[in-house]
C-alpha cells in the first residue's frame, strides 16, 4: 500500500485542499483509495460527505476513514492510502504519524507568518528519527501563490535551498496558484482533476510535478 501524509503544523497551510485532490488523483486514475482525517475538524471526511450527497455513485469512491476518532485501521484492499494531519502537530503526535508514511507533503503559504513557521516545524520535523533515517520521502509544495508577488520570490528561495539530516536537497516539487477552483472543489466534494479538463488546466499544469512524484518511485523510501 502506497501511503502519503499530507502535514504542516501551521493551520490554514492547504493540509485538507492538498489531501482531498491527491485522494481524487488517484481515484480518477482507478486506484482503490482511501482518505484518513486525523483531524478533530473532520475537513476531510466532510468533503467525502459532499461527494457522496452530489455525486452519488457517479464519481469514483473513496473511503473515509476517521483516524481522529476511532485510530487507523484500513482495510486490505486499499492501493492508496492518503493522511490529513491537524494544524498544530507536534512531538510525539508527530513522530506517530510520521511513522505511518511513506511520502510526506508539506504546503507552504508565500506569507512571512506562515514562512517563519515552516522554518520552524521543517526543523522539528528533520529531527524525527525516521526522517533521519531515510526512511521517509519529502516534499514541499507551495500554496496559494500569486506569481511575481515578493513573498513567493521569497517563499521559492527558501525553499530550493533547503537541505534534509544529511545534505540531500529536499525537493520544492510544485507551486500551486491561489484559484477559486479550489473553492468550487471543496464545495462539490471533487478534486480539480475531475472538472473538465479546460476548466482547471491553468492548476492541473502546476501540480503535474508534484502528481508525477507521487506516482513514481522517486516518492517512495
Ligand atoms: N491554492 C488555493 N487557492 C485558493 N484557496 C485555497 C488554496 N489552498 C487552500 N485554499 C483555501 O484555504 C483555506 C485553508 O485551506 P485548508 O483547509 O486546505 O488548510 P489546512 O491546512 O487543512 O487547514 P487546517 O490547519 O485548519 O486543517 C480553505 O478555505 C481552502 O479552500
Ligand atoms: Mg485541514
Redesign the pocket.
Known amino acids: 500500500m502506497r501511503t502519503i501524509l499530507?502535514l504542516?503544523a501551521?493551520?490554514?497551510?492547504?493540509?485538507?485542499?492538498?489531501?482531498?485532490n491527491i485522494a481524487g488523483y488517484f481515484a480518477d486514475r482507478g486506484d482503490s483509495v482511501a482518505l484518513a482525517d486525523f483531524?478533530v475538524?473532520h475537513?476531510?471526511l466532510d468533503w467525502l460527505a459532499a461527494r457522496s450527497e452530489a455525486w452519488g455513485e457517479q464519481r469514483p469512491a473513496i473511503r473515509g476513514l476517521d483516524a481522529a476518532n476511532q485510530g487507523l485501521k484500513v482495510p486490505s484492499s486499499v492501493d492508496v492510502l492518503v493522511m490529513?494531519?491537524?494544524?498544530?502537530t507536534h512531538a510525539e503526535a508527530l513522530g506517530a504519524l510520521v511513522k505511518r508514511a511513506q511520502t510526506i507533503v508539506i504546503?507552504v503559504?508565500p506569507s512571512p507568518v506562515d514562512m517563519r513557521a515552516a522554518e520552524h516545524f521543517i526543523a522539528e520535523l528533520m529531527a524525527v528519527r525516521v526522517v533521519d533515517r531515510h526512511e521517509v520521502k519529502i516534499a514541499t509544495v507551495a500554496?496559494?501563490?500569486r506569481e511575481g508577488t515578493q513573498a513567493m520570490t521569497g517563499l521559492g528561495e527558501y525553499l530550493d535551498a533547503l537541505k534534509l539530516p544529511g545534505g540531500r536537497k529536499l525537493p520544492f516539487l510544485a507551486t500551486?496558484?491561489?484559484?477559486?477552483?479550489?473553492?468550487k472543489a471543496?464545495e462539490r466534494g471533487l478534486s480539480i482533476f475531475e472538472f473538465a479538463p479546460a476548466a482547471t488546466q491553468v492548476?492541473r499544469d502546476c501540480w503535474a510535478p508534484l502528481t508525477r512524484w507521487l506516482a513514481s518511485n522517486r516518492s517512495l523510501p
Not at 176 to 183: D, E, F, K, Q, T
Open positions: 499530507v504542516n501551521k493551520g490554514g497551510s492547504g493540509k485538507t485542499t492538498l489531501a482531498t483531524d475538524q475537513s476531510s490529513d494531519a491537524p494544524a498544530a504546503p503559504i500554496n496559494r501563490a500551486l496558484r491561489a484559484s477559486v477552483n479550489y473553492l471543496a492548476d
